[in-house]
Nanobody
Framework: VQLQASGGGLVQAGGSLRLSCEAS????????MGWYRQAPGKQRELVAV???????NYVDSVKGRFTISRDNTKKSVALQMNSLKVEDTAVYYC???????????????WGQGTQVTVSS
């Protein structure tokens, strides 16, 4: 199982970026999918999470600006980031709780990080 993230880059404050992450390999199902970020010198923090049923949760600092969504058919999760701020600069990681077989407990997989840099 692999998670492949894409979509990072450099943008000016107030701009937008869209991150995508797709799961590949053989598995039974995906439970929660989410995005984390880690800024230099800081701990990795949860940005947004979405359940298999579509329930979402966001860290307070991105509420109203970021939107997480998923496509269960494509086994993917996306993060639309609007009104970006300099403090959103970080390496963003996607993750997913994946069940290899129907009787397995979920295992958390991580994608490679993608850099988001917001300039003032």
């Amino acid at each position: 199982v692999q998670l492949q993230a894409s979509g990072g880059g450099l943008v000016q404050a107030g701009g937008s970026l869209r991150l995508s992450c797709e799961a590949s390999g053989r598995f039974f199902s995906i439970d929660d999918m989410g995005w984390y970020r880690q800024a230099p010198g800081k701990q990795r923090e949860l940005v947004a999470v979405i359940s298999s049923g579509g329930d979402t949760n966001y860290v307070d600092s991105v509420k109203g600006r970021f939107t997480i969504s998923r496509d269960n058919t494509k086994k993917s999760v996306a993060l639309q980031m609007n009104s970006l701020k300099v403090e959103d600069t970080a390496v963003y990681y996607c993750n997913a709780d994946i069940r290899p077989r129907w009787f397995n407990s979920p295992t958390t997989y991580w994608g490679q990080g993608t850099q988001v840099t917001v300039s003032s």
